[in-house]
Nanobody, 119 residues
Framework: VQLQASGGGLVQPGGSLSLSCAASGSIVGTSTMGWYRRAPGKQRELVAVIANGAPTRYSDSVKGRFAISGDNAENTVYLQMNSLKPEDTAVYYC??????????????WGSGTQVTVSA
């Protein structure tokens, strides 16, 4: 089982970026999927989480600007980031609870994708 994130890049303040993260491998299903980020010199923090049958959660710093969505059939989670600020600059990581074939739900981390917000 792998999580592969994509979509990072360089954007000017006020701009938008969209991230995606797809789970691949022999998967029965996914439950909670989310995005975290680690800015230079800071600890990793929650950005947004989406879970089956539960409200989505956002960090206060991104509420109203970011939107998380998921596609259960494709085991994919997306993060639409609008009105980006320099303080959003970080490596973004996806995270998911995945049930592999023959196994139980296990937490997985994807490779990070760099988001840089700069003029």
């Amino acid at each position: 089982v792998q999580l592969q994130a994509s979509g990072g890049g360089l954007v000017q303040p006020g701009g938008s970026l969209s991230l995606s993260c797809a789970a691949s491998g022999s998967i029965v299903g996914t439950s909670t999927m989310g995005w975290y980020r680690r800015a230079p010199g800071k600890q990793r923090e929650l950005v947004a989480v989406i879970a089956n049958g539960a409200p989505t959660r956002y960090s206060d710093s991104v509420k109203g600007r970011f939107a998380i969505s998921g596609d259960n059939a494709e085991n994919t989670v997306y993060l639409q980031m609008n009105s980006l600020k320099p303080e959003d600059t970080a490596v973004y990581y996806c995270n998911a609870n995945i049930r592999p074939v023959g196994g139980v739900f296990t937490n997985y981390w994807g490779s990070g994708t760099q988001v840089t917000v700069s003029a």
